[in-house]
């Protein structure tokens, strides 16, 4: 033992006397060096083991020899880390970002000095369960772009609220999935909070309201997102600086409260699903400076925000088209009412523009400019009635039953001078009862807290409310009233009818049946349209197509739908026969509408068959089917897909066109790696241009009529088998005005493809059809979709990033697809190609070219005919050297030669034909009849 000791000591006096660095320190940081595989750019010397006395560069040690510090960020490290890391206990700063580490994070359970650790921007693909326990000094913390758990995502485990202290914590792009943690909220000192680009879902938990971030981060989820109501900002008013939860799936309105925010900066609501009116009095939110809310479902006027200097609002349903302008007061009105509801999306979608009498609005019946029917029933609004609608003093008809309506009926409807009819059965209303006009019918049964009827008068001395409180005594004669079929049976519904006449109830009865009978006749022909898809688009499709009334109550559709085409009309059985009863095997694409199938005649024709599902039925969709035939029965050129036919029995809508082998043009460019294709050279697309431009030519120029294609997109153009386009999905297309005059309509197209005016206004010209073959071309040359959310958000939005970049040649060529072989002939026509694209794509449409400018732009361009050999002219049997006399009476001689072969074979009396004669018996023979 003594010689143990002595042996001991003289170890120690040497280390001592040799070495400052504590030897288990310098046994990780060398097993740091060994995993990595560049260790030279760390120039940490290969022949000392003493980091701390020798002062190696990127570390820092404490005077007892402990490593406390590495700092290696941004130096292109490549390698992993050693499992046993942690055991550098006393480490209290990590800089190791924007590196090339790869493989598991190892555990950091136990460093309990660890106070920041930046580990962002690398490749580690793992981290361990217990990688968070112990670190009670951890204040700043940065995983950001790691592909943490790649393959099944994972969640912040509760341990993480050990680390009371924690301030920063940064984890976007790094593979979250699943709630967002309701324990975060409990991290008293938690500031700034950023998780971006995951795959949360949920609401924001109640738990945060008690934070006070000053960075919030949440935006760009993967699928719906985060969900629910945005109502956490204000009770953080105190620190909120940014706030992003732009790229989810938010609801509800922005809270009234916001202005509380004092000190937020920079606010992005941009691309939710929030509504209602945005508050007014944000205007005097000084400090704010960045305001996006474009791609909403926000009403009401747009506020002016004087000192936001990036302020965008494009895409929602706003009534004006500029900040500072003040609705109509009809909307302002309807507006109040849906505030009331709880501002529901369909109708926020639907009440767009600043007159519900010059547009659809569901709903909505106007008469001269004037409201005068709300017709809602049975469309699940929760809330209160509100007491503006009294203001629309036109309204006659007043529709809500069948809701999920509370509170009192506002006293100020029976202002309403025209009113005369009021139905509120089955929803939750409650006393008292304001008293109307005796030529209002006020139908109120089946409202819970009604639990007796009352007895009005109507005169001077009457109340202006019922409420069953008011008189309890049973012996009243105005207490209550039963029929004589309802005598010793409890009435626990409630029906107000105020007669005029005995012929007016009579005529009201008769008007009842009628409807009834009408109803349940057009029930028999409910269906739906459907836009075939790839299942794969992510664009999201706008289509609000116009209709001729506003009736869109369920199941009240009217035989105005029906289309009678003449020959076009084809049997459901034979297009069953043909896609074999719509086999799956036989699906060519699905989408939010229903299926396309491919159908094959028995003469081996092939077809394509859009079938609509009748799960889901309205009114535009049947508009759309509508407008398919309509247009494509009066247009035929060989760059539009040419509708065969279709058929409308019972439930079944069915459009059928001819096949397109290869598909759209969106699988090529975007898809191609999925779909197992080659690439589309640029000799192909710049044909597939060149088509697409001819086509938008003759809709808009050369037709009987003109049209706008109003959905111009890469998956609305189909190829064949020699990759010649053509435009289809002709839905949503819009008769032309003459001259320059622009249309007013419902909003519908694409976001991404949407020319920037008829977003905004409505009102759309060819030139929307322009803006939108501009993105095309730019997807052509990019290979990029017009709206991508998981790309970077400067580029996100094609148009608006192509047109910053394709004047700058060297940010153009990085910006050109990198599956094309670029030359310098090619490199020169894409320049051509992108210059046009600019052009197209141009803010005002009166910079925009027409499509017959395109047409002669793109032409030059594409392959040049080139005379063929003579070997080539041979091949075709034809002697070139005769005159064109000596051909001709070789043509004949050889004809009459083959009639007389004709005649004296055949002994019938006339010949048959091989192949059915047309299209239409091609279909016939297929059916068997």
Known sequence: MVVVGFVLSIYLFSWVAHSITYPDDFVIVDDFRKGLLNPELLEWPADNTDPCGFNWPHIVCDSAGRVTQIQIQNLGIEGSLPTNFNQLSMLTHLGFQKNGFTGALPTFKGLSKLQFAYLNYNQFDMIPHDFFDGLTSLQVLSLDNNPLNKSTGWMLPSSLLNSALLVNLSCSECNLRGLLPDFLGSLPSLSSLRLSYNALVGVIPESFHGLTLKELVLNNQEGNGITGPITLLPPMASSLIIAWLHGNSFTGPIPDNITLCDFLTDLRLNNN?????????????????????????????????????????????????????????????????????????????????????????????????????????????????????????????????????????????????????????????????PVFATSVTL??????????????????????????????????????????????????????????????????????????????????????????????????????????????????????????????????????????????????????????????????????????????????????????ISVLSKVRHRNLASLLGYSAEGNERILVYEYMSRGALNRHLFHWKKSNLEPLSWTKRLNISLDIARGVEYLHNLASQSFIHRDLKSSNILLGDDFRAKIADFGLVKCAPDGQNSVATRLAGTFGYLAPEYAITGKITTKADVFSFGVVLMELVTGLAALDENRPEESRHLATWFSQIKSDPEKLKASIDPTLNISE?????????????????????????????????????????????????????????????????????????????STSHDDSKGSTPSRPNGFAESFKSTDGR
């Open 443 to 628: 139908l109120i049964d089946q409202n819970p807290p009604m639990t007796s009827p009352p007895s009005l008068s109507p005169g001077s001395d009457s109340p202006s409310y019922w409420d069953p409180s008011m008189d309890k005594s049973p012996q009243s004669p105005s207490s209550t009233t039963k029929s004589p079929q309802s005598h010793g049976k409890k009435n626990t519904s409630l029906t107000i009818v105020m007669p005029s006449c005995i012929a007016g109830a009579s005529l009201i009865f008769f008007l009842i049946l009628f409807f009834m009978h009408r109803r349940k006749k057009n029930k028999k022909h409910l269906s739906t349209v459907l836009h075939p898809r790839e299942s794969y688009d992510p664009n999201i499709k706008i289509t609000i197509a116009e209709t001729d009334d506003g009736d869109f109550q369920s199941g009240s559709l009217s035989n105005s739908h029906m289309i009678n085409s003449g020959n076009l009309v084809i049997s459901v059985q034979i297009l069953r026969n043909i896609t074999r009863n719509f086999a799956p095997e036989n699906e060519l694409g699905r989408g939010g509408f229903g299926v396309v199938y491919k159908g094959e005649l028995h003469d081996g024709t092939m077809l394509a068959v859009k079938r609509m599902q009748s799960s889901i039925v309205t009114n535009a969709a049947l508009n759309e089917f509508h407008s398919e």
């Open 825 to 901: 002939t090619s490199l020169e026509s894409i320049s051509v190609v992108a210059e046009l694209a600019g052009h197209c794509t141009a803010r005002d449409p009166h910079q925009r070219p027409d499509m017959g400018h395109a047409v002669n732009v793109l032409s030059p361009l594409v392959e040049k005919w080139k005379p063929t050999s003579k070997d080539d002219d041979e091949c075709t049997g034809i002697d070139l050297q005769q005159s064109l006399l000596q051909m001709v009476k070789g043509w004949q001689a050889a004809d009459c030669s083959l009639n007389s072969m």
């Open 273 to 433: 699903k929030l509504t209602g009116i945005v508050p007014p009095n944000m205007t005097n939110m000084t400090n704010l400076r960045v305001l996006k809310l474009q791609n909403n479902n926000f009403l009401g006027a747009i506020p002016s925000m004087p000192f936001a200097s990036n302020y965008t609002y494009e895409y929602n349903s706003f009534c004006q088209s500029k900040p500072g302008l003040q609705c109509s007061p009809q909307v302002k009105a309807l507006l109040d009412f849906l505030n009331g509801v709880d501002y529901p999306a369909y109708l926020a979608t639907s009440w767009k523009g600043n007159d519900p009498c010059s547009t659809n609005w569901l709903g909505i019946t106007c008469l001269s400019g004037k409201v005068t029917v709300i017709n809602l029933p049975n469309r699940n609004l929760t809330g209160n009635i509100s007491p503006s609608i009294s203001q629309l003093d036109s309204l006659r008809t007043i529709v809500l039953g069948g809701n999920h309506l509370y509170g009192t009926i506002p006293k100020s409807l029976t202002a309403l001078k025209y009113l005369e009819l009021l139905n509120l059965t089955r929803n939750n209303i409650s006393p008292p009862i």
